[in-house]
């Protein structure tokens, strides 16, 4: 590609962006939905202009690990353990939200294997949408705000084991070592992340600073994630997972505000560049399924997870008024869905008219979560 066409279809995308932005924050339906729809602009279903999605898709997957290695910058390890109750929820949230759903997928004669992936496939919901949320309306540190963290927290970390099942509900085992020998690798990378990330880390972080490298600094800390995220990849487990303990171990550092601002710009860019290469795999013209079935099925989706939700919250011992906001605004399907949707895709668990009705679902209930957050500040209010 020549670089007058590079420029020009930069010039392109980022000018449909900032009009579907501008759209959508208007109609009130939140940023993600905006990036979706840029991407299914420029998509299969829109000019075609999208090449090559999947290596796309891919490099923006580095978005979602910078958002993890945020949120983990955030999270000090004593406040994680005070989250032990409101983690309990999260994942029994997962396991009873996913059989809900596939037995749901299973009376629509789907196979077995495919449905349990249907199932947590849809039982995560967005943590890009509702931390942002949150963050915009001054929630996050409210009771049922911290609920939600611990949920969305546990639903993330739950993207590792889910995204190792895949093979095996493909029935595919894996040629390299047995699942002890990679169990013991992912344990002795995560060993390895925390020696150097707490304690060489910091002392090398400390020398640039009195030197006064600014350049050396913010390079050495991007390094430091980017490796994080590299050595779990090669072990066989969730670049996201990484990066978490890589910010968690940071949240105390006197650093910490300093490596956020520089991880921030990175994280919001290519976080917005998942959104869009999300949009460019929704083809609309391989859906078969009519437009007000799709709706029904959104519909339950999001019934289901916010029953579940609800349930397990006033079964802990919390109030009605939170446990029907963490229902409401939990209840739509997330991010990770595209990336676990994805691998099934991958592995021949989901055709690509699967993939495109996934897709479709997840921004529905993404779509529906300001009008679910307006019922929960009128019948469930903070």
């Known amino acids: 590609m020549h670089l007058h066409d590079l420029l020009l279809g930069l010039i392109g995308l980022l000018t449909i962006t900032a009009i579907s932005l501008t759209f959508f924050h208007r109609l009130g339906l939140g940023s993600v939905l905006g990036l979706l729809a840029t991407g299914v602009i420029v998509g299969p279903s829109g000019f075609g202009a999208a090449q090559r999605v999947s290596e796309v898709r891919r490099v923006s997957e580095l978005g979602v690990v910078l958002l993890l290695f945020i949120i983990g910058l955030e999270m000090e390890p004593a406040r994680l353990w005070g989250l032990r109750r409101i983690a309990a929820i999260g994942l029994l949230q997962v396991l009873l939200t996913g059989a809900a759903i596939a037995g749901y997928a299973r009376l629509g004669h789907q196979p077995w ?16 949408v509702v931390l942002r949320l949150l963050q915009d309306r001054g929630e996050i540190a409210s009771p049922s705000g911290q609920t939600m963290f611990g949920v969305l927290l546990m639903q993330d970390l739950a993207v590792v084991p889910l995204l190792a099942l895949v093979p095996m509900l493909a029935g595919r085992t894996a ?11 992912v344990l002795a990378a995560l060993a390895g992340i925390v020696c150097v990330v707490r304690y060489v880390l910091p002392r090398l972080l400390d020398s640039l600073e009195r030197q ?9 800390a991007v390094l430091a994630i980017i490796a994080s995220a590299w050595i779990m990849e090669e072990v066989g487990a969730s670049m996201a997972l990484g990066t978490f303990v890589a910010g968690m171990l ?60 609800y349930g397990l919250c006033r079964a802990f011992g919390m ?54 957050t307006r019922i929960a500040d009128r019948w469930a209010p903070e």
Not at 113 to 128: D, E, K, Q, R
């Open 175 to 185: 040629s390299g070592p047995g699942p002890l020998w990679r169990t013991a690798a």
């Open 250 to 309: 940071l949240s105390d550092s006197p650093h910490r505000a300093r490596i956020e601002h520089l991880v921030l710009p990175f994280e919001t860019v290519l976080l917005s560049l998942f959104f869009i290469a999300a949009g460019m795999s929704i083809d609309v013209g391989q859906l078969t399924t009519p437009l007000p079935l799709m709706f029904l099925h959104a519909g339950l989706l999001m019934t289901i997870k916010a029953a579940v939700l």
């Open 113 to 128: 294997n495919t449905a349990l992936l249907i199932g947590y496939g849809f039982a995560l919901s967005s943590t890009a």
């Open 319 to 372: 109030a009605h008024g939170r446990s029907l906001r963490v229902g409401l605004l939990l209840a739509q399907c997330g991010e990770f869905g595209f990336v676990l949707f994805s691998a099934a895709g991958e592995h021949g668990l989901v055709p690509p008219e699967g993939f495109a009705l996934a897709a479709m679902l997840i921004g529905l209930s993404m779509a529906a979560t300001p009008l679910l």
């Open 212 to 220: 006064g490298n600014a350049e050396a600094f913010g390079t050495v």
